[in-house]
């Protein structure tokens, strides 16, 4: 897929610093659950029973309808929507930035978005 290979290699320019992962989208039983996801850096969630476990920090799937770019450990630290103003054609909720071409965004404005959140978590 080129298109998700410009963007992995945009964010490997970009966030060289940042650990590249892959999480095939399966839970504990074998069973898909999520979209196969690369993942970038992580960060250390503590729930509310004392668990502890270790996530990646930005996440880039494919979905059916393009691409979605997960910003995790960023609720309540950041008003996404806010932050993404002039990113172009994209849908931007809480904490997922989803698009169907990759250029069809302002890429200032992502690198921008992304560099705040590594900072927030």
């Not at 690369?38 to 880039?60: L, R």
């Not at 169907?100 to 200032?108: A, H, I, N, V, Y």
């Amino acid at each position: 897929m080129k298109e998700l290979t410009s963007i992995l290699n945009w964010m490997d320019t970009e966030f060289p610093h940042l650990e590249r992962s892959f999480h095939d989208g399966k839970n504990e039983q074998g069973k898909q659950v999520t979209n196969p996801t690369y993942g970038y850096g992580s960060f250390e969630q503590t729930y509310a029973n004392g668990q502890k476990k270790t996530h990646f920090q930005i996440g880039i799937a494919a979905t059916q309808a393009g691409f979605s770019l997960y910003l995790l450990g960023i609720r309540g630290k950041l008003d996404l929507q806010t932050a993404c103003l002039g990113i172009g054609k994209a849908k931007v909720t809480g904490y997922c930035i989803s698009f169907k071409r990759f250029g069809d965004l302002d890429l200032e404005v992502l690198r921008c978005v992304i560099n705040t959140a590594i900072q927030l978590v």
